[in-house]
């Protein structure tokens, strides 16, 4: 068995007793993507001519998504109008890594462009494939991190999470993945998508290793205004303290029309299983969970609208050329962005326009409260809630591309979560019939990310469903 | 028809705090291009502004100076616009909740106390400049993310002057707080101007233009003065004024229509999601304000209290915070009851000192003491005026002590009547003409034989002494 398929506490465990060297983890991890990338994709700028010596890794390594800075490794978002562009400095979740002995893969992960997406098709690499059928969408944004961990090309990853970009692949492709409370990891180096939504989060084989990932990246950071200024638990302490006596909470709005019959039955299943555990649930209503998606396309796309101004063509990235000023603004950004940039750079920018914000912007920005009470009033009585990541399971290739509003309505059950700022992680909890992956969504209270990995490792420790791979 | 001017102001002004507004570079004007900068000022992908507590205090400094109403909850906004000295292409400003509003200024115009209002104070960012080549153009980041203060006032100005000297106690106050250079010339104070006309009676305002490219406080209320005639004449003509942005050429002395952009501005302006909402505590308020110094204005009232200073002598004094606390202190030092002599010096003699060296009153370096000791020199009639303005001369030239260069000149004035009389005599004798013509009622004649008097002592003798012996001898009196 390769390094590259165990977890990271599992390696963490090996290069403590000097079992092994970093170097060997890297050594299995090029063979591996020798030997899959072609077929996945999962990262951005892979060539196997690219693959550096191993014996510079010092750590034990993680992939990092291309919308991450890292310092003098091209951070792209994986868009044309970044071409080139190495950051001259580490964001604040890299350099705690680094500070912590991990090492940063050379190779960084495939995302939808600026995260604008739920498939990884909006890349300017190319599509990404789901390593459980390569004929379908990995899920995105993050699908390049989700999709190296889960077909054993990564050890462990970073994606961000704006809507759904950690949790929708993660659920998509059968691996862990946790979407933090705002504020508790620095945004600092992370390329803005939209500034209230953005949070960086652990891609991961298992619940240990997101726990153990989160504490590494998390705590206040005096650069991100954001930041929260709090203690960092010790989430591997809330591991193996099992799910009984735990009050949770299913959100009624959440099981509709549209909730595929095959991921219903999935969770279902994965809810009397933590019944067995000792665990209490309830129907609760968030009732105004309907205006989620509208309410986050009018919030997301305006700030984004205003984060990606910069990209200009003055200082870095592309530039188109022009002997005029405005004209040189327009050809740039006309080449250098892809079709959903542009859309969504509309959108926002419509939103925000003089006579339409108090309709849209700011109405949005009340609902957003409506929709965080909602989940306030649940939490009074309940330790956490429980969904499905995703109403289907991965879809295939090109199936949504012509569609963005039924793309959009892939994050309807993640969306709410970002709205109101609370925690929620996708754990694996089961296959289709086809074969593929369904994901089982934990939200908790602000902060208590503690109830998310107990409850979420109680039900791994009792299943199998995360120690099945890939056939690749 | 009679036409009222209207004039609104819009200052910026740069704070000159130790860093930027919102990352930690150091604000340094000397550097080369783009050296003072980071990848936070720089808008560089991924990163985050972090507001800097000093610009803020900074601003609740002049905020509280203009009297205004500091608001309990503040927050950033961005406004967004395309431009290449802007690398983020929007600027972090303060919408609708500006740290404050409603203050006002007093100023004297013309002889008259008028009170402008002040309509908001607020935070913002400065953008960085661009040089323009011949078929380039090059950005400078080193003055981008400086923060600058943007204080507006109402349309309560009515005069190119009234907007001069609104202007001069700003600077003035704003000088006071010690919160920014104020120069116009570099930049780190910025006017534009709106000005309309309206039938005088007329409460409506009417169509305003907004200047611009004004680089000196003469150069403001030239722009005004130009805008009002040329208003005036399109209105007396039957011409409609279009709302517009005109530049201010100084050179040719017009202004001149600003390309205009398609459409109105839209700014877009939203709540700069990087930058929660913030609290400016009260009591944070309250401890700014009692650190806050004199005023102008609270330092005229009080010298002309306590030194007995006419209010043309205090205003002068008061025109800059340092210069004031120079006099103020030759003030207590000077032992006689009566300030009057070292007010003289000061305005007199020391100021014009200073305006001819193009430096200010305590620029000039003049100890203190020495200067009381001259005054005193004078008082004691020990050395003429005119001797005196040569030492003081001096003393800023060699930094030598008044009574040394009084010594090395041998200026010591000769007011010992004995010793005078000898002189007198002389006088009298070989100048029989003018005694004659001064007994024959000829003041003048007095003056001449005076002057002579002094020619033969050398400029030693007491005039004031000569003249009374002389009168005394003369008239037999």
Redesign the interface.
């Known amino acids: 068995m390769g390094l590259n398929q165990f977890t990271a506490h599992e390696l963490m465990g090996k290069l403590k007793s000097r079992e092994i060297l970093p170097r060997d983890i890297l050594e299995d991890l090029f063979a591996r993507l020798k030997e899959v990338e072609p077929r996945v994709k999962a990262y951005a700028r892979f060539k196997p001519e690219g693959i550096p010596s191993p014996e510079q890794s010092l750590g034990l390594p993680i992939t990092i998504k291309d919308n991450i800075c890292t310092e003098g490794l091209k951070t792209e978002c994986c868009s044309k109008i970044l071409v080139n562009f190495r950051p001259p400095y580490d964001a604040t979740v890299v350099a705690k890594l680094k500070a912590a002995g991990v090492s940063i893969f050379p190779f960084k992960a495939n995302m939808d462009e600026f995260a604008f997406g739920s498939s990884t098709e909006n890349s300017c690499f190319g599509t990404t494939r789901n390593p459980w059928d390569l004929e379908y969408v990995p899920g995105g944004s993050s699908g390049g991190s989700a999709a190296a961990v889960a077909g054993d090309e990564a050890v462990w990853a970073l994606g961000s999470d704006t809507g759904g970009s950690i949790r929708q692949p993660a659920s998509f492709c059968g691996v862990v993945g946790l979407k933090p409370t705002y504020g508790l990891v620095s945004r600092f180096g992370l390329v803005a998508f939209a500034s209230s939504l953005d949070q960086i989060g652990p891609i991961t084989k298992d619940v240990e290793d997101a726990a153990i990932l989160t504490g590494i990246i998390s705590g206040y950071d005096p650069n991100d205004s954001t930041s929260v200024n709090q203690q960092v638990p010790d989430y591997t302490g809330s591991l193996g303290k099992g799910a009984k006596g735990l009050k949770i909470g299913i959100p009624k709005e959440y099981f509709i029309e549209g909730l595929d019959a095959e991921v219903k039955d999935v969770i279902d299943e994965a809810l009397n299983k933590l019944k067995f555990l000792g665990a209490v649930s309830k129907e609760v209503s968030l009732p105004h969970t309907q205006y989620a998606v509208p309410v986050y396309y009018i919030i997301a796309t305006a700030e984004a609208s205003s984060n990606l101004a910069r990209f200009d063509g003055v200082q870095y990235g592309y530039r188109a050329s022009s002997d005029e000023l405005i004209e040189m603004y327009k050809k740039t950004r006309a080449e250098g962005f892809g079709e959903e940039a542009k859309r969504r750079i509309i959108l926002g920018t419509f939103a925000l326009s003089h006579g339409y914000y108090d309709a849209y912007y700011l109405r949005a920005l009340k609902v957003r409260t409506l929709i965080k009470n909602d989940f306030d009033a649940v939490f009074r009585d309940f330790d956490c809630i429980i969904t499905p990541t995703s109403p289907t399971p991965a879809f295939r290739i090109g199936e949504k591309t012509q569609d963005p509003l039924k793309m959009y309505l892939s994050d309807i059950y993640t969306i709410s979560v970002n709205l109101a700022g609370i925690p929620a992680i996708s754990i694996p909890c089961g296959f289709t019939k086809k074969g593929l992956p369904v994901g089982l969504q934990i939200m908790a209270k602000p902060f208590d990310e503690e109830t998310i990995f107990r409850v979420a490792h109680a039900f791994e420790q009792n299943t199998e469903w995360h120690k099945i791979k890939p056939k690749l | 028809m009679r036409y009222q001017t209207v004039i609104g102001l819009e200052v910026h002004l740069q704070l000159s705090t130790k860093t930027k507004a919102f990352c930690s570079c150091a604000i340094d004007f000397g550097r080369p291009p783009n050296s003072g900068v980071c ?1 936070v000022c ?10 800097n507590k000093e610009a803020l205090n900074s601003a609740i400094k002049v905020a509280l100076a203009f009297s205004c109403q500091i608001q309990e909850h503040t927050k950033f906004d ?1 406004k ?1 616009y ?1 431009y ?1 000295d802007l ?4 600027q972090i400003s303060q919408f609708d909740l500006p740290l404050s509003r409603n203050g006002h200024l007093e100023i004297i115009s013309e002889g008259e106390l008028k009170r402008i209002g002040i309509t908001r104070i607020h935070l913002e960012e400065d953008a960085g400049k661009l040089i323009h080549g011949s078929n380039s153009s090059l ?1 400078d980041f080193n003055r981008t993310g400086v923060p600058l203060l943007e204080i507006v006032s109402e349309p309560d100005i009515f005069s190119p002057q009234e907007a001069f000297d609104y202007l001069t106690t700003l600077k003035n106050i704003i000088e006071y707080l010690d919160v920014s250079d104020c120069d116009m010339e570099k930049g780190s104070l910025r006017c534009d101007a709106n000005i309309s006309l309206r039938p005088e009676g007329s409460k409506e305002l009417g169509v305003k233009t907004e200047l611009k490219n004004m680089n000196s406080f003469k150069g403001v209320k030239d722009a005004l003065t130009f805008e009002v005639i040329r208003q005036t004449e399109l209105l007396e003509s039957g011409q409609a004024i279009s709302q517009e942005t005109r530049l201010w050429d100084a050179g040719k002395g017009v202004t001149v229509a600003m390309r205009s952009k398609e459409g ?1 501005k ?1 700014y ?3 709540p700069d ?4 909402v913030f609290v400016i505590e009260q009591e944070a308020v309250k401890r700014i304000k009692s650190g806050l110094p004199e005023l102008p204005k609270e330092k005229m009232r009080r010298f002309i209290k306590e030194y007995g200073l006419s209010e043309y002598d205090a205003k002068i004094l008061v025109n800059s915070r340092r210069d004031a606390e120079f006099a103020e202190e030759c003030l207590r030092m000077y032992p006689g009851k009566d300030k009057k002599p070292v007010v003289n010096w000061l305005i007199g003699p020391l100021l014009s000192e200073a305006n001819n060296r193009k430096l200010s009153l305590c620029g000039l370096k003049v100890d203190k003491q020495e200067l009381i000791n001259l005054v005193g020199f004078v008082e004691k009639q020990e050395i003429s005026n005119l001797s005196a303005k040569l030492v003081l001369t001096q003393m800023i030239d060699t930094r030598k002590p008044a009574e040394e260069i009084i010594k090395e000149n041998n200026m010591l004035q000769i007011s010992d009547s004995t010793k005078l009389e000898a002189i007198i005599l002389e006088v009298i004798r070989d100048n029989e003409k003018s005694v004659n013509s001064f007994k024959e009622g000829k003041t003048n004649a007095l003056m001449f034989l005076v002057g002579q008097v002094m020619k033969r002592s050398a400029g030693k003798a007491n005039p004031k002494v000569v003249g009374d012996l002389l009168k005394r001898r003369l008239t037999g009196a």
């Open positions: 990848p720089l808008g560089l992908p991924g990163t985050l502004p972090v507001y961005r967004n395309f290449p690398p983020k292409n929007y950005v109105a839209d877009r302006y939203f999601p990087d930058l929660t």
